[in-house]
Nanobody
Framework: QVQLVESGGGLVQAGESLRLSCAAS????????MGWFRQAPGEEREFVAG????????YYGGSAQGRFTISRDSAKNTVYLQVNSLKPEDTAVYYC?????????????????????WGQGTQVTVSS
C-alpha cells in the first residue's frame, strides 16, 4: 500500500514558478513509476509528466514540454514537479500517482488507468 501527499501548490502570477512535491509512504516507492497529472474544472485528467522507477527516464505531456521538470528522490520517498513560466491555462488541480506494475523501471505511462495509487491533489492557480 502506498499513500501519496502532494504539496506546493498555490496562487501565482503568470510567468512565475512553483515546485510541487509528492511525499510517498510505503516500502515499495523506489520500484514504482510515478506520474503527475492535472485536471481543470470540466476537463479530463491530463498527463503532465512521468518518471520511471530508476529515475533515469522522464516523459512529458505536450503542455509540459520545455517548462516542467519531473524528478524523484528515493532517499526521501518524494517526487517533484518543477513548473516554470506558468500560464493561466496551467490552472488545475495537480495529482501525483504511483504505478506498481512490473517493468516500469525505465518507463512511465501517460494513461491514468495504469496508476494504482493517487494523492488528494494540490491546487495551482495562475493569474494573468
Amino acid at each position: 500500500q502506498v499513500q501519496l501527499v502532494e504539496s506546493g501548490g498555490g496562487l501565482v502570477q503568470a510567468g512565475e514558478s512553483l515546485r510541487l512535491s509528492c511525499a510517498a509512504s510505503g516500502r515499495s516507492f523506489s520500484s514504482y513509476a510515478m506520474g503527475w497529472f492535472r485536471q481543470a474544472p470540466g476537463e479530463e485528467r491530463e498527463f503532465v509528466a512521468g518518471i520511471g522507477a530508476s529515475g533515469l527516464t522522464a516523459y512529458y505531456g505536450g503542455s509540459a514540454q520545455g517548462r516542467f521538470t519531473i524528478s524523484r528522490d528515493s532517499a526521501k520517498n518524494t517526487v517533484y514537479l518543477q513548473v516554470n513560466s506558468l500560464k493561466p491555462e496551467d490552472t488545475a488541480v495537480y495529482y501525483c500517482a504511483a504505478d506498481s506494475r512490473p517493468g516500469t523501471r525505465h518507463s512511465a505511462s501517460s494513461d491514468p488507468s495504469d496508476y494504482d495509487y493517487w494523492g488528494q491533489g494540490t491546487q495551482v492557480t495562475v493569474s494573468s
